[in-house]
């Protein structure tokens, strides 16, 4: 079965950085679209960045920030978040569509704040 299992938030300065990763199995990384979604506190899920094998997208408000990548050796996507602000405080999801079924990992807490 799919398998989506986030890692790498915490608690961080404005400013800071973070890497949150997303180990995925259950089915063929390399073929799929990527996506990284967050939620924020009283907001709607919004989609932070995507990428294909080689195109990336991202939302205006992480632009310059955040950079989106993958390992397809290892079933792994990344997300490096630099210069983090507060309202990045999110939780972090990462997403896959194999079988046009959406797919989603637990979550990963990012907290920014002094």
């Known amino acids: 079965q799919v398998q989506l299992v986030e890692s790498g938030g915490g608690l961080v300065q404005p400013g800071g950085s973070l890497r949150l990763s997303c180990a995925a199995s259950?089915?063929?990384?390399?073929?799929?679209?990527m996506r990284w979604y967050r939620q924020g506190p009283g907001k709607e899920r919004e989609l932070v960045a995507s990428?294909?094998?080689?195109?990336?997208t991202y939302a205006d408000s992480v632009k310059g920030r955040f950079t989106i990548s993958r390992d397809n050796a290892k079933n792994t996507l990344y997300l490096q978040m630099n210069n983090l602000k507060p309202d990045d405080t999110a939780v972090y999801y990462c997403?896959?569509?194999?079988?046009?079924?959406?797919?989603w990992g637990q979550g990963t807490q990012v907290t920014v704040s002094s």
């Open positions: 997403n896959a569509r194999p079988w046009n079924s959406d797919y």
């Open positions: 259950g089915f063929t990384f390399s073929r799929y679209f």
């Open positions: 990428i294909g094998n080689s195109l990336t």
